[in-house]
T-cell receptor
Framework: AQSVSQHNHHVILSEAASLELGCNYS??????LFWYVQYPGQHLQLLLK??????LVKGIKGFEAEFIKSKFSFNLRKPSVQWSDTAEYFC???????????FGDGTTLTVKP | NAGVTQTPKFQVLKTGQSMTLQCAQD?????MSWYRQDPGMGLRLIHY???????DQGEVPNGYNVSRSTTEDFPLRLLSAAPSQTSVYFC????????????FGSGTQLSVL
C-alpha cells in the first residue's frame, strides 16, 4: 500500500534558522508530489508541487523542495524561517494510476521570534 | 469566488444520530474528495469521486456514504454516528481527475458524544 512518512512530528526553530522537513514515500510508480501548509485557524493550502522536469521546485513564501527519485524523497526546505511560518506542513503523494492522494501525518513547525 | 464550501463548520451529534456534511464547489472540478484529520494521523481519505455519478472508497470509508449526482455537490453522510467519528472533516476538489492542485474547504469540526 502507498504510504508517506514525515520524519519529524514537531520542529521548533528560532527565526532566521534554516528549515528542512523530510518526506519519504513508498510507491514506486508515477507520482505527483505536494507540500501543503495549514496555518493556525486556516484550511490547507498548496505550498508547492512536483509533477515532472526539474526536481528542484520552488513554491510560495521562499519554500523549495527537492525530488530525489532514487531515495523516494521530497524534502521541504527554507533557508531562513520567519515567525509567520509557524504552521502544520503536510507532504502528499498522488498515485496517478489509482487516482488517490496519500498524506503524511504532518509536521508542526513552531518558529520562535 | 467561493471555491469549496463546506457546511456546517461545527456540529455536535449524539451516538446513533445521522447527518450529512455538505460540500459544494463552483469551479467545475471533476475530482472531489473527503478527508478526515485526526491528531497525529494526518489526513485520511474517506471517499472520492472522479465525476458525477462516480464514487469510490478511500482509506477509511466505513460508516460513511457519499453520492455525486452533480458536478458541484459531494455530500458525506454519516448513517449512525459513533464517537470514533469525532474529527475534522475536509472536502477537497481539483480540476481533472489527477487530483493535482487540491482546493480544500475550511473544514467541519464534528463531535460525537
Amino acid at each position: 500500500a502507498q504510504s508517506v512518512s514525515q520524519h519529524n512530528h514537531h520542529v521548533i526553530l528560532s527565526e532566521a534558522a534554516s528549515l528542512e522537513l523530510g518526506c519519504n514515500y513508498s510507491y514506486g510508480g508515477t507520482v505527483n508530489l505536494f507540500w501543503y501548509v495549514q496555518y493556525p485557524g486556516q484550511h490547507l493550502q498548496l505550498l508547492l508541487k512536483y509533477f515532472s522536469g526539474d526536481p528542484l521546485v520552488k513554491g510560495i513564501k521562499g519554500f523549495e523542495a527537492e525530488f530525489i527519485k532514487s531515495k523516494f524523497s521530497f524534502n521541504l526546505r527554507k533557508p531562513s524561517v520567519q515567525w509567520s511560518d509557524t504552521a502544520e506542513y503536510f507532504c502528499a503523494v498522488f498515485n496517478t494510476n489509482a487516482g488517490k492522494s496519500t498524506f503524511g501525518d504532518g509536521t508542526t513547525l513552531t518558529v520562535k521570534p | 469566488n467561493a471555491g469549496v464550501t463546506q457546511t456546517p463548520k461545527f456540529q455536535v451529534l449524539k451516538t446513533g444520530q445521522s447527518m450529512t456534511l455538505q460540500c459544494a464547489q463552483d469551479m467545475n472540478h471533476e475530482y472531489m474528495s473527503w478527508y478526515r484529520q485526526d491528531p497525529g494521523m494526518g489526513l485520511r481519505l474517506i471517499h472520492y469521486s472522479v465525476g458525477a455519478g462516480i464514487t469510490d472508497q478511500g482509506e477509511v470509508p466505513n460508516g460513511y456514504n457519499v453520492s455525486r449526482s452533480t458536478t458541484e455537490d459531494f455530500p458525506l453522510r454519516l448513517l449512525s454516528a459513533a464517537p470514533s467519528q469525532t474529527s475534522v472533516y475536509f472536502c477537497a476538489s481539483s480540476v481533472g481527475v489527477l487530483g493535482e492542485k487540491l482546493f480544500f474547504g475550511s473544514g467541519t469540526q464534528l463531535s460525537v458524544l
